[in-house]
T-cell receptor, first 111, second 113 residues
Framework: DQQVKQNSPSLSVQEGRISILNCDYT??????FLWYKKYPAEGPTFLIS?????DKNEDGRFTVFLNKSAKHLSLHIVPSQPGDSAVYFC??????????FGKGTRLSVIA | KAGVTQTPRYLIKTRGQQVTLSCSPI?????VSWYQQTPGQGLQFLFE???????NKGNFPGRFSGRQFSNSRSEMNVSTLELGDSALYLC????????????FGPGTRLTVL
């Protein structure tokens, strides 16, 4: 039973446009959500997080939106750059529980 | 601060052998978690250690074990290796158990022949 789902395995976006990556979760106890970026042969790099008491968090070009009623979060990257091409993982936790990861979305930013 | 380090970076073993992977967390971080990444499966949680105690364990067979030392360094061991154990093994550290962000090391690529 997948508690965190990233339904789009891949996404292609033109350079300069907005990239929107989506994530759905089923466990209503999750209260902390994170996005990681991963290049091949490297460990995931933390990008941005959001607590369940917020509905939006921004950090430079990256914004995460949380819709608790829909159990949905999204990561917006504006403007997208070729260096953003990577696999993006959504993760969630509930208090002390381990992070639960989605299976990732491969983003390709085309110059 | 130095990041999370993992050794070795690459490892080739044969079926039936055992392997030990090592992880040094970010200085000051007391929690270390281990994950297995295989193609199409995302990151699967193995276990978490905090102050030398296993705090959480994922759904993996008993062939997978770990430990944490007093300096927070951690090792994981896989005995009786199977072909399906071929994966990228990732270690992550955080300051405390809870909602602190986890920071990952580069991983150890294990290939079982």
């Amino acid at each position: 039973d997948q508690q965190v789902k990233q339904n789009s395995p891949s996404l292609s976006v033109q350079e300069g446009r907005i990239s929107i990556l989506n994530c759905d979760y089923t466990n209503s106890m999750f209260d902390y959500f994170l996005w990681y970026k991963k290049y091949p042969a490297e460990g995931p790099t933390f990008l941005i997080s959001i607590s369940s008491i917020k509905d939006k968090n921004e950090d430079g070009r990256f914004t995460v939106f949380l819709n608790k009623s829909a159990k949905h979060l999204s990561l917006h990257i504006v403007p997208s750059q070729p260096g953003d091409s990577a696999v993006y993982f959504c993760a969630a936790s509930a208090g002390n529980t381990p992070l639960v990861f989605g299976k990732g979305t491969r983003l390709s930013v085309i110059a | 601060k130095a990041g999370v380090t993992q050794t070795p970076r690459y490892l080739i073993k044969t079926r039936g052998q055992q392997v030990t992977l090592s992880c040094s967390p970010i200085s000051g971080h007391r929690s270390v978690s281990w994950y297995q990444q295989t193609p199409g499966q995302g990151l699967q949680f193995l276990f978490e250690y905090f102050s030398e105690t296993q705090r959480n364990k994922g759904n993996f067979p008993g062939r997978f074990s770990g430990r944490q030392f007093s300096n927070s360094r951690s090792e994981m061991n896989v005995s009786t290796l199977e072909l399906g154990d071929s994966a990228l093994y990732l270690c992550a550290s955080r300051n405390d158990v809870g909602t602190d962000t986890q920071y990952f090391g580069p991983g150890t690529r294990l290939t079982v022949l």
